[in-house]
């Protein structure tokens, strides 16, 4: 009966231990030209992935474009 109840709480712990799930990236995207301002928003969910994983792929980012609008992606993992 001991044996039985440690390997059910080993099992159970280690269910915890490597924990992927959904994480939600929201983005707030901001396009600028000639002092004009056009925000929106946006959520991606990636699923079955590590806190780690989903970091390296919600990331903010500026670029500008051979127009000269300015574009600003302002990423957050919820």
Do not use: P, W
Not at 14 to 43: M, N, P, Q
Not at 47 to 69: F, I, P
């Amino acid at each position: 009966m001991k044996k039985l109840f440690l390997f059910c709480a080993v099992l159970t712990s280690s269910l915890f231990v490597s924990c992927v799930k959904e994480r939600d990236c929201e983005c707030t995207t901001t396009e600028s030209y000639a002092g004009v301002s056009v925000a929106s928003s946006s959520t991606t969910v990636y699923k079955d992935v590590t806190k780690k994983q989903a970091k390296t792929l919600c990331v903010s980012s500026t670029s500008t474009d051979e127009t000269g609008v300015v574009t600003t992606n302002d990423c957050k993992l919820k």
